[in-house]
């Protein structure tokens, strides 16, 4: 599966899956988070899908996103100790915590060696216990908080569709 994040009005490189309208809740930009099929070319702008997750309780629908970008590229050290902390930490904490539905869609664009992270939660609140949880947490036995330099920008959406 690989996804492209474009303006509303771009041609999207293959027929899409899904699709997940977002417009930036502090500024003028909306873009389409498209999902894709493995057929089809990607094109050279495409993200591989490394993992589509979904934690907390069922039912909930996603209100706001956070469009979170480590720029690149990414040595594979740095890649690889981002993995270990999302596999390991990261992703085990949101999900003995959600106290609401979260979807979470890990970004790799092997070109450019960079990655996104796009977290939908059902509201604001949701969110920034989110971001609260995960800057707070302690690292594992073996990390090194040098290999983990953190995102470069973070954006808020509104998901509209």
């Known amino acids: 599966?690989?996804?492209?994040?474009?303006?509303?009005?771009?041609?999207?490189?293959?027929?899409?899956?899904?699709?997940?309208?977002?417009?930036?809740?502090?500024?003028?930009?909306?873009?389409?988070l498209r999902l894709h099929d493995a057929a089809g070319d990607p094109g050279a702008e495409a993200y591989v899908v490394e993992a589509d997750d979904v934690v907390g309780p069922a039912g909930g629908k996603a209100a706001i996103a956070s469009v979170?970008?480590?720029?690149?590229?990414?040595?594979?050290?740095?890649?690889?100790?981002?993995?270990?902390?999302?596999?390991?930490?990261i992703g085990p904490e949101m999900a003995a915590h959600a106290t609401s539905t979260v979807r979470v869609l890990r970004l790799w664009q092997p070109e450019r060696r960079r990655k996104v992270v796009v977290v939908m939660?059902?509201?604001?609140?949701?969110l920034e216990s989110g971001f609260r949880r995960i800057t707070t947490?302690?690292?594992?036995p073996g990390e090194d908080p040098a290999l983990l330099p953190g995102p470069d920008h973070v954006e808020i959406f509104e998901v509209s569709a």
């Open 121 to 126: 939660t059902v509201d604001q609140p949701a």
């Open 68 to 89: 979170v970008t480590f720029t690149g590229p990414m040595s594979p050290a740095v890649k690889q100790a981002a993995d270990r902390a999302e596999r390991d930490r």
């Open 1 to 32: 599966m690989f996804a492209t994040m474009l303006p509303p009005a771009a041609t999207s490189p293959a027929p899409a899956a899904e699709e997940i309208a977002l417009r930036q809740i502090a500024g003028p930009r909306e873009v389409v």
């Open 137 to 140: 947490m302690e690292l594992l």
